[in-house]
């Protein structure tokens, strides 16, 4: 079956540290989106990529980096993690064209806590 | 900012009641989606609706969508316990999918 898989699943990092998040869907989705997720704020939008080599600055973009080499893989790279960065992170992606609207699937989700 | 508001932010009910769950949003919209999730784990998707359509149903979940009201209601008939979790709604301008997603309703069914 096609899956999104994130990895690494639980990570603690240090503050002032580059770290990256893996996000890999095998639907061939064209559509790719990062999310984090804080008690209080819902989900908020990070990056999302509409193809190959397209990325796009989402609501809290600051501090974030998203590149999209290939239909499949859609890293997320915290340049100098901060502890505001400690959350949950979710990828996620979906099908949808200009023409016609769809459902996003998402991974289980990376806990990140920056000490 | 967050496009959505959920309300309430939480709520508790007995097995076999019904559950309402409102949503807001602020700017127009071409659809809005339901999502749920079980507490630990990523959000799986529920219902859609397009700005067009009005109500929505799908087994023993039914959506309505008032566009001049920027609001939407999911419903759950007949609840069970394995309902427990939390709701979220999230709304796009666009069909490709960049959802914009409110703070949830966190839903209990208590056996």
């Known amino acids: 079956d096609a899956e999104i898989t994130q990895s690494p699943r639980h990570k603690i990092t240090e503050t002032g540290r580059q770290v990256t998040l893996a996000c890999h869907q095998t639907w061939n989705h064209n559509n790719m989106f990062w999310y984090r997720q804080d008690l209080g704020h819902g989900l908020r939008l990070i990056h999302y990529s509409y193809g190959v080599h397209d990325t796009n600055k989402g609501e809290v973009s600051d501090g974030y980096s998203v590149s999209r080499s290939n239909t499949e893989d859609l890293p997320l790279t915290l340049e100098s993690a901060a502890s505001s960065q400690t959350s949950v992170y979710f990828c996620?992606?979906?099908?949808?064209?200009?023409?016609?609207?769809?459902?996003?699937?998402f991974g289980e989700g990376s806990w990140l806590t920056v000490v | 900012s967050q496009q959505g508001e959920e309300d309430p932010q939480a709520l508790s009910i007995q097995e076999g009641e019904n559950a309402t769950m409102n949503c807001s949003y602020k700017?127009?919209?071409?659809?809005l989606q339901w999502y749920r999730q079980n507490s630990g784990r990523g959000l799986v998707h529920l219902i859609l609706i397009r700005s067009n359509e009005r109500e929505k149903h799908s087994g023993r979940l039914r959506v309505t969508l008032d566009t001049s009201k920027k609001s939407s209601s999911l419903l759950i008939t007949a609840s069970r316990a394995a309902d427990t979790a939390s709701y979220f709604c999230?709304?796009?301008?666009?069909?490709?999918?960049?959802?914009?997603f409110g703070a949830g309703t966190r839903l209990t069914v208590k056996p």
């Open positions: 999230a709304s796009s301008a666009s069909t490709m999918g960049d959802m914009r």
């Open positions: 996620a992606s979906s099908a949808g064209t200009r023409l016609s609207g769809n459902t996003i699937y």
């Open positions: 700017t127009s919209i071409n659809n």
